[in-house]
C-alpha cells in the first residue's frame, strides 16, 4: 500500500526549531515531487514548500521563506523540513503529500499528518 | 498569492445536487487547467476527489465532477449521501514561488 508517515511533531518555545520527517512506501519516491502542507486548529489548508523529484527544484510559500528548509534522501526514501526561528502562527498539523504524475499538485497521497504546537 | 474564494458552508438533502465554487485570478484558476478537489472528514487527512479540473482519482464516485469557466472553478456533487458531508477545499497551480494556493474550506452539510 502507498503510505506517507509523519514524525517529529511536538511542542516547541517561539523562537525555536523542529525537523519533521516523513517516511515513505510502496512507490518509487524518486519519480514524484513533494510537499508539505499544513493546517492550522479549525482553518484551511496551507500549501508550506514543495521539493522536485530528484531535489533539484525547491519552492516556498512566502510565509516560510527564510526560516524553513525542505529536503528528501531519495535513497532513504524521506521527505524533511526543517523548521528554524518558529513562531505562534506556525501552530498546524503538518501534511506531507505526493504530487501527481509530473506535477507538482494534485497531491493523491497525503499522511496522517504531525502537530506542531509554537507556545510558551 | 492570495487563497482561492470558497463559501463557508453549502447544504442539501439526500438525492440532491450541491455546487460548490472557487475563484481565483487569472494568475491561479483562469491561467491553468490545474484545479483540484479535496474532501477532508474531521480528523483526517485531506483526500484527492477530482484533479486538473474535472479528472477524478480511480475510486473516486463518477456523482464528483469538476468544471471551470474563467477565473471560477466548479464542484458538484450529485446524488448526495450521508457520508459527504465533510469539507471541501480546491486548489490551483499557480507557477510562481508559491506553487500552491487552496482555498478557504467549504462545509457540505448533508441535511
Known amino acids: 500500500e502507498v503510505q506517507l508517515v509523519e514524525s517529529g511533531g511536538g511542542l516547541v518555545q517561539p523562537g525555536g526549531s523542529l525537523r519533521l520527517s516523513c517516511a515513505a512506501s510502496e512507490f518509487t519516491f524518486n519519480n514524484y515531487a513533494m510537499s508539505w502542507v499544513r493546517q492550522a486548529p479549525g482553518k484551511g489548508l496551507e500549501w508550506v514548500s514543495g521539493?522536485?523529484?530528484?531535489?533539484?527544484?525547491?519552492n516556498y510559500a512566502d510565509s516560510v521563506k527564510g526560516r524553513f528548509t525542505i529536503s528528501r534522501d531519495n535513497f532513504k526514501n524521506m521527505l524533511y523540513l526543517q523548521m528554524n526561528s518558529l513562531r505562534l502562527e506556525d501552530t498546524a498539523v503538518y501534511y506531507c503529500?505526493?504530487?501527481?504524475?509530473?506535477?507538482?499538485?494534485?497531491?493523491?497521497?497525503w499522511g496522517q499528518g504531525t502537530m506542531v504546537t509554537v507556545s510558551s | 498569492q492570495s487563497a482561492l474564494t470558497q463559501p463557508a458552508s453549502v447544504s442539501g438533502s439526500p438525492g440532491q445536487s450541491i455546487t460548490i465554487s472557487c475563484t481565483g485570478t487569472s494568475s491561479d484558476v483562469g491561467g491553468y487547467n490545474y484545479v483540484s478537489w479535496y474532501q477532508q472528514h474531521p480528523g483526517k487527512a485531506p483526500r484527492l476527489m477530482i484533479y486538473d479540473v474535472s479528472n477524478r482519482p480511480s475510486g473516486v464516485s463518477n456523482r464528483f465532477s469538476g468544471s471551470k469557466s474563467g477565473n471560477t472553478a466548479s464542484l458538484t456533487i450529485s446524488g448526495l449521501q450521508a457520508e459527504d458531508e465533510a469539507d471541501y477545499y480546491c486548489s490551483s497551480y499557480t507557477g510562481s514561488s508559491t506553487l500552491v494556493v487552496f482555498g478557504g474550506g467549504t462545509k457540505l452539510t448533508v441535511l
Open positions: 503529500a505526493k504530487g501527481g504524475v509530473g506535477r507538482w499538485d494534485a497531491f493523491d497521497v
Open positions: 521539493v522536485s523529484g530528484t531535489g533539484g527544484s525547491i
